[in-house]
């Protein structure tokens, strides 16, 4: 079945630190792959995707680029702020998988002044 | 701005009590979908609809009972509830599954449910 790992929290860093969330994945179909962003008493939103093998998708900053020979879909931003501190999960859905999402557990951003 | 509305956003219930939780999108999206989500766990998949059809049941106990009148609502009836069903519930909807592309999913802000 299809999985996706992600990198382990909670992650702490000083702002204007550069930030990278590691995730992986295995599917049986062709992937499109998600991050999304929890903000604390919200629910998730979608924060960038990509579609299609070597497609970067961005939003806010935020970058991940499909690398289908590494299964990997890594998030990253050059410089964080205090108002990044959420939750991020990163997921998948293939057209085999009659409707339903993979996620991963989230990993935990706390962004300090 | 969100396109799925869940209310309510806060609820306290018994044991014995009976309520629902309701949600609404306003995306012309085909697919609504029920997730659970506990402290210090994975989000769990409860239920899909597609095209107002239930299409996964994810080995969710009876005592979630899910109702889909239309495409644009879903319901999910409470009753005999256990302190561990504590957890925010998150609905989501998204374009429909059927071998056609998905895409995305949109998420409400969360029901967050307390059993005592």
């Known amino acids: 079945g299809d999985s996706v790992t992600q990198m382990e929290g909670p992650v702490t860093l000083s702002e204007e630190a550069f930030l990278t969330i590691n995730c992986t994945y295995t599917?049986?179909?062709?992937?499109?792959l998600f991050w999304y962003v929890q903000y604390p008493g919200e629910g998730l939103q979608l924060l960038l995707k990509a579609t299609k093998a070597d497609d970067k998708g961005s939003n806010k900053g935020f970058e991940a680029t499909y690398r289908k020979e590494t299964t990997s879909f890594h998030l990253e931003k050059g410089s964080v702020q205090v108002s990044d501190s959420a939750v991020y999960f990163c997921a998948l859905n293939t057209n085999t998988n009659a409707g339903k999402s993979t996620f991963g557990d989230g990993t935990t951003l706390t962004v300090k002044p | 701005e969100t396109g799925v509305t869940q209310t309510p956003r806060h609820l306290v219930m018994g044991m014995t009590n009976k309520k629902s939780l309701k949600c609404e999108q306003h995306l012309g999206h085909n697919a609504m979908y029920w997730y659970k989500q506990s402290a210090k766990k994975p989000l769990e998949l409860m239920f899909v609809?597609?095209?107002?059809?239930?299409?996964e049941n994810n080995s969710v106990p009876s005592r979630f009972s899910p109702e889909c009148p239309n495409s644009s609502h879903l319901f999910l009836h409470l009753h005999t509830l256990q302190p561990e069903d504590s957890a925010l519930y998150l609905c989501?909807?998204?374009?429909?599954?059927?071998?056609?592309?998905?895409?995305?999913?949109?998420f409400g802000e969360g029901s967050r449910l307390t059993v005592l």
């Open positions: 989501a909807s998204s374009h429909a599954g059927q071998g056609a592309f998905i895409g995305e999913l949109f």
């Open positions: 599917a049986t179909g062709y992937p499109s």
């Open positions: 609809y597609n095209f107002k059809e239930q299409t």
